[in-house]
């Protein structure tokens, strides 16, 4: 077999040849000895969604009385309680709700919370405090960590082109796979091939440029993830739309046995300042019947009680509306966490306060990071106080 044949008939057995010795171990793991731990998914909602026209507190007259125009009408609402009831877009998560595989989180920020969508991004990748700029994130640095299984850049995968601070770490970082196939391909081009073949024999782990050392690390994880993948093909009935399809890839990496423990997804859009109402309900019935989608295909394949999602905005709106029908960047919301093994599902935490406010703000009632610290503590087995840089409390929903 002629040597470039030989390159193109082969993925992971080719990769062993051209990659330096510290990066081969992961090259050349079977089928069968991939592990079924336990997967954590997050959902980034992108731009400030507004979580009291999202988990309405109906119950409230306070609430008619600061959005008289876009105000949901309780007629309309998916009662959850007395008081709380899911936006009407929101439809495909009502049978979530009730099999117990869905819980609410009210009232989650953080202390002196910034409005800016770059820094409050920022702030929830990294779980900084709000005067803290850190370049590593919360991600990122729990692949840092001891965990054994995280060594290898796929150990964290984000559904896009580009990856987030989140999943950046100090020595280790994740992956940014959008579509398998065409990563792989691209990191057969001639020129990164080559590049990749005529390094120089003497570099090691120490000495090794970052950049080189990530082409190698890239070429490396393509070939695996596009060899794997490509044994589970979704049977699930997806909708047509961007983000659905991103759920239907990680439903694609879980189902076919992918080691990787962390995904990152994300839905943009949800700056709202203007004709909420119709932009906002738009987004939550994309949001709602992929993630229905993703979660039943879980669920019928087995996997749904080993799976983890965890949703999230960078902060949520003003209490009271604008006068473009819209509300404007505010501070506390409220955070999804969907799995078939929870705790306590439902809604966690009491509604929150409209009246006792802070400049026109929700109060938050739960520190975010208390969300990270149990998620670390109770389901990536790390302590998180190592992650976090100072220990906080968990929660009881897992």
């Not at 969508?117 to 994130?137: C, K, P, V």
Request: one cysteine or more.
């Amino acid at each position: 077999m002629k040597r470039r044949d030989f390159l193109k008939s082969t993925t992971l057995a080719s990769g062993v040849f051209l990659i330096p010795s510290f990066l081969k171990p992961f090259e050349s793991l079977a089928l069968d000895e991939l592990s079924g731990y336990k997967n954590l998914v997050i959902v980034q909602l992108s731009g400030g969604n507004d979580g009291l026209n999202t988990v309405v507190p109906y119950g409230m007259d306070v609430y008619y009385q600061k959005r008289r125009s876009i105000a949901l009408p309780q007629s309309e609402l998916i009662r959850l309680d007395d008081l709380q009831g899911l936006n009407p877009n929101m439809g495909a998560l009502r049978e979530i709700y009730d099999q117990g595989w869905m819980t609410v989180l009210n009232s989650v920020g953080y202390p002196n919370p910034d409005r800016s969508h770059f820094r409050s991004m920022d702030i929830w990748q990294t779980a900084s405090n709000s005067d803290e700029y850190l370049t590593t994130g919360w991600i990122g640095r729990y692949l840092d960590s001891n965990c054994q299984s995280c060594k290898d850049p796929y150990a964290a995968i984000e559904v896009d082109d580009t990856l987030s601070l989140a999943l950046k770490g100090k020595s280790s970082k994740g992956i940014a796979v959008k579509d398998p196939a065409k990563l792989y391909n691209n990191t057969r081009e001639p020129f990164f091939r080559e590049v990749i073949e005529n390094h120089d024999k003497h570099l090691n782990e120490d000495n090794l440029g970052y950049l080189y050392k990530t082409m190698i690390e890239t070429y490396s994880s393509a070939g695996y993830i596009q060899k794997t993948s490509k044994t589970y093909e979704s049977k699930g009935d997806y909708p047509q739309t961007g983000f659905a399809n991103q759920l239907k890839t990680v439903s694609q990496f879980i189902n076919s046995g992918l080691k990787t423990r962390v995904y990152y997804v994300s839905l943009s859009g949800f700056d709202t300042h203007t004709g909420q109402k119709d932009q906002q309900g738009r987004l939550l019935k994309q949001y709602s019947e992929g993630m229905a989608a993703f979660l039943n295909e879980l669920k019928s394949t087995g996997k749904l009680n080993d799976t983890l999602v965890l949703t999230f905005s960078e902060f949520g709106r003003r209490v009271e509306q604008n006068a473009s029908n819209g509300t404007d960047h505010g501070t506390a919301n409220n955070v999804f966490v969907f799995s078939g093994k929870l705790k306590k599902p439902g809604i966690y935490n009491d509604a929150p306060d409209l009246i006792n406010l802070d400049n026109g703000d929700l109060r938050y009632k739960i520190d975010f990071r208390q969300v990270y610290a149990t998620v670390l503590d109770r389901w990536l087995d790390v302590n998180n106080s190592n992650i976090l840089n100072r220990q906080f409390s968990g929660l009881d929903f897992i």
